[in-house]
């Protein structure tokens, strides 16, 4: 069963820090991965998707990354601002079709 | 553009109640899901529907029914409410089952007494 790992579940940084968000997952065959933010009592929003056959997916201050054979997605956030305090979810579309998320790092962008 | 809306927003209910959490898509989606969210436990699917006419249970499908009433329309019904229901519901949905970005509704935060 593919399992999805988000490492840390909580960080904080001072505001203009860049921010590096690590998602692992145990199973390669996928079919693609997703990048979400939550805010509190709130849906979540998709921020980027990368399907199996990339390596990464830019937009504004956002980019991430994928080794499908490691196991391993990153996303960076430049320039972090107060606004981007929520919490990040990464979410993986395995072979049998089937989303599986991991739980999630609250981050906290200090003014 | 609305995108997926869920109603009610909030319910509480007590044990052996029944209710419908009705979702809508204006995408033209083809696939959509119901998922729960509970502290510690992450986000877990419920039910999904991979396209119109077809429902398949997810993780926790135990407790719950769906009917995709259209290509817009997908119901989560509860026939007697537990406890253990207790949560906050959402609904997505997406172009297809396995490549296409995933869109959620705002969710329905449910509470049984």
């Known amino acids: 069963k593919q399992e999805v790992t988000q490492i840390p579940a909580a960080l904080s940084v001072p505001e203009g820090e860049n921010l590096v968000l690590n998602c692992s997952f145990t199973?390669?065959?996928?079919?693609?991965l997703q990048w979400f933010r939550q805010d509190p009592g709130k849906g979540l929003t998709s921020l980027l998707l990368?399907?199996?056959?990339?390596r990464e997916q830019t937009s504004g201050r956002l980019n991430a990354s994928l080794d499908k054979s490691s196991g391993r997605s990153t996303l960076y956030i430049a320039a972090s601002q107060p606004g981007d305090s929520a919490t990040y979810l990464c979410a993986v579309t395995d072979s049998w079709g089937k989303l599986q998320f991991g739980a999630g790092t609250q981050v906290v962008v200090t003014p | 553009n609305a995108g997926v809306t869920q109603t009610p927003k909030f319910q509480v209910l007590k044990t052996g109640q029944s209710m419908t959490l009705q979702c809508a898509q204006d995408?033209?989606?083809?696939?959509m899901y119901w998922y729960r969210q509970d502290p510690g436990m992450g986000l877990r699917l419920i039910y999904y529907?991979?396209?119109?006419?077809?429902?398949d249970k997810g993780e926790v499908p135990n407790g719950y029914n769906v009917s995709r009433l259209n290509k817009r329309e997908f119901s989560l019904r509860l026939e007697s409410a537990a406890p253990s229901q207790t949560s906050v519901y959402f609904c997505a949905s997406s172009e297809d089952s396995n490549t296409g970005e995933l869109f959620f509704g705002e969710g329905s935060r449910l509470t049984v007494l």
């Open positions: 529907s991979a396209s119109e006419g077809t429902t």
């Open positions: 995408m033209n989606h083809n696939s």
């Open positions: 990368i399907q199996s056959s990339q």
């Open positions: 199973d390669s065959a996928i079919y693609n």
